[in-house]
């Protein structure tokens, strides 16, 4: 699995060399009976309305309008969905600006605010759809144990980018919806960076995972317009010399069982990740928005002259 190191401008990619493609989509929800186990899911004697597996190894776990998926494990990545407002890429209010998601995430004195997005349908990397009522957020727990999570959802324009918590106005049916859930010791090792914890910086040469090792960088600092594309949802040259990929030297690459959407796209980029994987690569460099740049094919928004919309699919395919 690999882990996103994000910047405004930058993405680094660093993946192991055995399940690098696993970064780039997900596999499509199926049902696993056998993974519904509430009583080891939940820290708390009071149960979710309904829990019901998902793909793998990862569980649902569903109360009222929100739901919590993951493998419950230290490092792995969990999702919250909430059902909330519906909303659109172009509609009013601005999903993208007129709302605040947040999800707080506590265990003993320890609180971690994640930020949520509009995620239109919640499966928009396969429906290209830019409407829904779908809102996530993401959390990877640092520790074991029982942690409670609460949503805060408000409302009011431009208050995304406000920093005044008690800015908007709540909206009930979404605000202060709480949980709780157990989080067990991590079953990885490895390459596997779900068996290392967090990368930080600690003031040496190298950056170190939360369980001692350091990660020494050997990858690749170009093409920086990886993202450009032409699977990818709306990625297209904006003008000037057309950079646009489509990695079709490296569908071979593939392996079956390898992340697609939308009825196979995907396989040239996911085997060219696989290819650098299998040289002992394990870090990539890409931008994500080079517009007025030298590519002009890359950018996160609903067009590239916009700055204030975001395209769900787009972003969702990324992921």
Do not use: C
Request: glycine share 10%.
């Amino acid at each position: 699995m690999g882990v996103i190191k994000f910047s405004i401008l930058t993405f680094v990619l660093f993946f192991n060399v055995t399940s690098v493609a696993t970064s780039f989509a997900s596999a499509d929800p199926t049902v696993d009976k056998a993974r519904a186990q509430k009583t080891t899911l939940f820290s708390s004697d009071t149960a979710p309305s309904a829990v019901a597996g998902v793909a793998g190894n990862e569980v649902s776990i569903k109360k009222a309008n929100v739901t919590a998926t993951g493998e419950f494990k230290k490092w792995h990545p969990i999702t919250i969905s909430l059902e909330g407002p519906s909303a659109s890429e172009t509609g009013s209010p601005n999903p993208f600006l007129d709302y605040r998601f947040e999800v707080i995430f506590s265990q003993a004195e320890k609180s971690i605010t994640v930020p949520g997005y509009f995620a239109a349908d919640g499966n928009a990397g396969e429906t290209s759809a830019t409407s829904g009522n779908i809102w996530r957020a993401h959390f990877i727990p640092p520790t074991t144990g029982g942690w409670t999570y609460r949503t805060s959802f408000r409302q009011g324009t431009n208050l995304a980018v406000s920093t005044n918590p008690n800015e908007g106005t709540p909206l009930a049916e979404f605000d202060d919806i709480f949980d709780s859930f157990d989080i067990q010791e991590t079953d990885k090792t490895g390459a596997d960076h779900r068996g290392k914890g967090k990368l930080r910086y600690v003031g040496e040469h190298y950056l170190q995972y939360d369980n001692g090792d350091y990660y020494i960088k050997g990858g690749t600092d170009s093409p920086e317009n990886l993202l450009a594309y032409v699977d990818f949802d709306a990625t297209f040259n904006n003008g000037g010399t057309n950079f646009t990929k489509d990695w079709g030297i490296h569908v071979s690459d593939w392996n079956e069982g390898d992340p697609t959407w939308q009825n196979g796209k995907g396989k040239g980029l996911i085997g060219a990740v696989n290819y650098l994987g299998e040289k002992g690569v394990n870090s990539a460099y890409f931008l994500t928005m080079n517009i007025n740049g030298d590519g002009d094919d890359v950018w996160p928004w609903t067009g590239p002259g916009e700055r204030f919309r975001f395209d769900v699919s787009k972003l969702d395919q990324w992921n």
